[in-house]
């Protein structure tokens, strides 16, 4: 009798199925790396080789040189954008991580009244718009703007000088306090306080047990959030455009994009050196970073942390506390979007007249009247949802790459993965400039087009979404996987029926994150946007320069309603999901 192979006996149907099951994994994985490896990488090398021409790529005649860098240090205005920006990144550090320590203490150990919602309102700096906040600082606390000249008719006191070093601090660190804020934050609930209680135990007051046990538990979160803030300082563009500029005060990047920009001569091979230098100090100070954060899990508990037995208690300064955050909050973030609306619909803010005599419609009616303004706000649009889409689908896959997979490449995937976010976006905005321009296909085709933007946006930012989905991933049990391939099922087969379906409401928190940071981001394009290809910020930022303030914050206000509107959905789409895993 006849006897039939076991792929005989298989009906055909599902012999296919068993083919695609067991897809071999590697080639797929080898794409996915690829394509990480080059979108990240790429824009880096056409920027060191232009730097190292002593003409313009698009020039004839050029030779390798090192004048572009000779050029650069010979030339005051950088030396003095250099300094300017040491300063500014200095102060702005020193007062986030000291706020943003205070405000993690009071709101996690102590008796704070209305700590439940003091502490998500610390957060709004990373909600609003950055632009936005400059632009609603500057309508009221600049040297002209509406509470500095009520201030200074009806108190007759001396005024604070936003645009002054100082004064672009403080706004610095308005914008970068939630990241001191989050990282102590999360060292503190991860703390076991039973020393602390050992301390109280003992006799200790509050003082007492800040200064032994609190303060000296979050040295590594202060280090870490110190080094990160400090590197984003050096990288800021927006505050030293609208603040700096009518004072003469210029940081490294707004220096190179007024020489690129705004310069009767451009000379791109400088611009391109001090985009290396650029990239070279904040790659040194992130290797540092890693270097004095490599022993910080020395500092871990073993065991499950448990919060203190009891709070820590500020006594009569209680309310005082309260009310100073409070107030600081309503300072940094409330008042500044009030004013923003208030900019938004008068012909003029001033003191010298009423508001309610100057009240128009005519800058809203702008935006959408105009084709550049109303082109800038459906481009935002179209960037910010097919890149967040695209971006956190790559990203995904990747993550699971790195996370869950033999592929002997996937150690490289996390830092490939990071570097963009760590790298100045104005960086990034030179190097695609360059790539496009050197790579005749598809940099021909990207080069004035809205997806050229739309690629170094969501590179750029590609970490926010990496950050978000690892450690989703890293709680997910790897037995499930395992379990999947005892089955017979292939590594593609378990990722895309059990991985990616569990990671569902990290990507949808991804996919948010991701839309809210390309409708407000703005440095990485500047250099790229072109007549037909305008985006909120780089639109922005060209109409207040031609000292049109009324139109500028009627499109922040549009960002920050575009981010609510994101922020509203989100939610709700995770609650949604969340509920329906719950039941399934």
């Known amino acids: 009798m006849a006897t039939r192979t076991l792929d005989e006996a ?43 021409r002593s003409k313009p790529y698009y020039l004839p005649g050029g030779v390798f040189s090192t004048d572009a ?43 704070l009244p209305g700590r439940r919602w003091l502490g998500p309102a610390l957060l709004a700096p990373l909600l609003i718009p950055p632009l936005g906040l400059i632009v609603g600082w500057e309508s009221l606390y600049g040297p002209a703007g509406y509470l500095t000249q ?32 989050l990282t102590c934050k999360a060292v503190l609930e991860g703390a076991d306080g039973a020393l602390e209680d050992a301390v109280r135990a003992s006799g200790g007051g509050t003082i007492r047990v800040l200064r032994t046990v609190t303060v000296p538990m979050l040295r590594t979160a202060l280090l870490d959030s110190g080094m990160l803030i400090f590197t984003l300082c050096l990288e800021v563009l927006g505050i030293p455009l609208f603040l700096g500029r009518p004072a003469n005060i210029s940081f490294i990047a707004s220096y190179l994009y007024d020489t690129w920009s705004n310069s009767t001569v451009p000379d791109p091979p400088i611009v391109s050196a001090g985009a290396i230098l650029l990239l070279a100090v904040a790659s040194a100070l992130l ?51 009030l004013g923003l609306g208030l900019m938004s619909s008068v012909t003029s803010l001033t003191t010298l007249v009423a508001p309610w005599h100057l009240w128009t419609g005519g800058n809203w009616s702008q935006t959408w009247s105009d084709p550049t303004l109303h082109r800038a706000i ?95 991933l890293a709680r997910i049990s790897p037995e499930l996987a395992k379990a999947a391939s005892t089955s017979g099922a292939g590594w593609w087969t378990t990722t895309r029926r059990i991985t990616l379906p569990l990671l569902r409401p990290a990507i949808l928190s991804a996919v948010v994150l991701m839309f809210v940071t390309l409708v407000s981001d703005y440095d990485p394009v500047v250099f790229l946007a072109k007549p037909g290809t305008e985006l909120l910020g780089t639109t922005m930022l060209q109409t207040w320069g031609k000292g049109l303030p009324g139109p500028v914050a009627a499109l922040a206000l549009i960002q920050v309603l575009l981010v609510a509107v994101a922020l509203a959905i989100g939610l709700a789409l995770n609650s949604s999901v969340r509920r329906k895993a719950r039941h399934a």
């Not at 290797?287 to 006594?315: C, F, K, M, N, Q």
């Not at 002997?408 to 100045?424: C, D, G, K, N, W």
Request: proline share 6%.
């Open 150 to 181: 009520l201030w200074h008719k009806n108190l007759h006191l001396p005024v604070w000088n936003l645009t002054s070093i100082p004064g672009m601090s403080v706004l610095g660190a308005v914008v970068t306090l939630p990241i001191a804020y």
């Open 287 to 337: 290797i540092v970073r890693g270097r004095l954060l490599r022993h910080s899990a020395r500092y871990t508990s073993g065991t499950r942390a448990t919060p203190p037995a009891r709070a820590l208690e500020l006594g009569r300064w209680r309310r005082p506390a309260a009310l100073l955050m409070a107030g600081f909050v309503a300072v940094t973030c409330v008042i500044p979007l």
């Open 378 to 472: 459906t481009d935002s649009l179209v960037v910010a949802v097919i890149g967040s889409v695209a971006t956190v689908a790559l990203v995904a896959v990747a993550t699971v790459v790195a996370g869950r997979s033999r592929f002997r490449l996937r150690r490289t995937l996390p830092a490939l993965l990071v570097y963009p976010r760590a790298t100045p976006g104005i960086v990034f905005g030179v190097g695609f400039f360059w790539l496009f321009l050197i790579v005749d296909w598809p940099g021909a085709m990207l080069r004035n087009s809205l997806w050229g933007e739309l690629l170094a946006l969501s590179v750029r930012n590609m970490t926010l979404a990496y950050i978000v989905i690892a450690p989703a």
């Open 10 to 52: 298989v009906p055909v149907a599902a012999r296919g199925r068993n083919r695609r099951r067991h897809l071999p994994s590697a080639p797929g994985q080898y794409l996915v790396w690829a394509a990480v490896a080059v979108l990240t990488l790429a824009p880096l090398v056409p920027l060191v080789i232009t730097s190292l």
């Open 69 to 111: 860098y000779r050029q650069l240090f010979a030339d005051s205005a950088f030396r003095s954008a250099a300094v300017n920006t040491l300063l500014f990144a200095v102060t702005t550090t020193t007062l986030a991580v000291t706020l943003g320590a205070a405000f993690a203490v009071l709101i996690t150990r102590t008796d």
